[in-house]
């Protein structure tokens, strides 16, 4: 072995070693988080301390304490609690909107890459239209259009992430239309749609789950932020967007009502999105 290539074999080795390493404690660290969203949202009166909605006035705007671990917000609400049940919420409207999207963008992306040239074109050209603008954005303009609430705000953040889902599913279905075993179904005397239905759609569904894995995050805190500008749920409801809202005008007195919440979201989406992308790259075989 020359001289030269034993220091690139070393360097490769001893920067991938760590870097995999590190990205696979990082994965952890994120699935331990999700773990315990998940549990926060399915079970939260087994982690919470408190009554979310109990209000206790002569407690108001409590410190963190061994009595309230988060402390109490302007009514005497325990903020621990809040944070705790307002998961259901917060993920709950994260989780419905993507996988709405996710349906919508696999019937109506596939369709279009089996369609006529001409619905094909006005599928796109549509789909074009709402991917030029941000995605908050078009939530935005949706919730302003149906009103607040937090059905309108699922539907409002789906149509937003629909685009995505539906240009990949296009792209994704042409591509395994033509695929051999596709043609050899076809060969064989399989009719179009079964050959469609059966090689087709799975493959688009595996690379839409992949995608939706990350968009999870984006739709959480595309849902927080409308809460956040009040268009979702209304008080007493414990929701993280609403919460950082309701404590952002006391933060100089009382942070932790809107630290915590904010660290809530930020560690959820991060965590979502990061375990997202360890599945795309273990999807494109870098993993």
Excluded: C, K
Excluded at 1 to 18: E, Q
Excluded at 67 to 94: E, M
Excluded at 185 to 192: F, K, S, T
Excluded at 223 to 244: K, N, R
Aim: proline share 6%; net charge positive; hydrophobic share 55%.
């Amino acid at each position: 072995m020359s001289a030269s290539a034993r220091p690139d074999i070393a360097r490769r080795m001893g920067v991938s070693r760590p870097a995999n390493a590190s990205r696979r404690v990082l994965l952890w660290a994120a699935l331990a988080v999700l773990a315990v969203v998940a549990v926060m949202a399915v079970f939260p009166s087994l982690i919470a301390t408190h009554d979310p909605l109990r209000t206790d006035v002569r407690a108001a705007l409590e410190a963190p304490s061994p009595a309230h671990l988060f402390g109490t917000d302007q009514s005497g609400r325990d903020v621990f609690s809040r944070v705790v049940y307002g998961a259901g919420r917060s993920v709950g409207i994260g989780l419905l909107a993507t996988g709405l999207a996710l349906v919508i963008g696999l019937v109506v992306g596939a369709l279009s890459g089996v369609a006529p040239r001409a619905v094909d074109a006005t599928a796109m050209r549509i789909t074009d239209v709402l991917l030029a603008f941000p995605e908050f954005l078009v939530a935005l303009v949706v919730v302003a259009i149906l009103g607040p609430g937090p059905t309108n705000v699922a539907i409002a953040v789906t149509i937003a992430a629909v685009p995505v889902y539906v240009r990949l599913a296009r792209v994704q279905t042409r591509s395994l239309a033509l695929a051999e075993h596709v043609e050899a179904a076809r060969i064989l005397g399989v009719p179009r749609m079964r050959a469609f239905v059966r090689h087709v759609v799975p493959g688009v569904l595996g690379s839409l789950s992949v995608l939706a894995t990350i968009g999870i995050g984006s739709s959480i805190l595309a849902a927080a932020g409308l809460s956040f500008l009040g268009l979702g749920p209304i008080e007493p409801s414990p929701e993280w967007g609403l919460m950082l809202s309701g404590g952002r005008n006391v933060l100089g007195t009382a942070w932790w009502i809107a630290v915590f919440p904010g660290v809530a979201i930020t560690l959820t989406v991060v965590s979502a999105t990061i375990v997202g992308r360890g599945l795309r790259a273990r999807a494109e075989g870098r993993a």
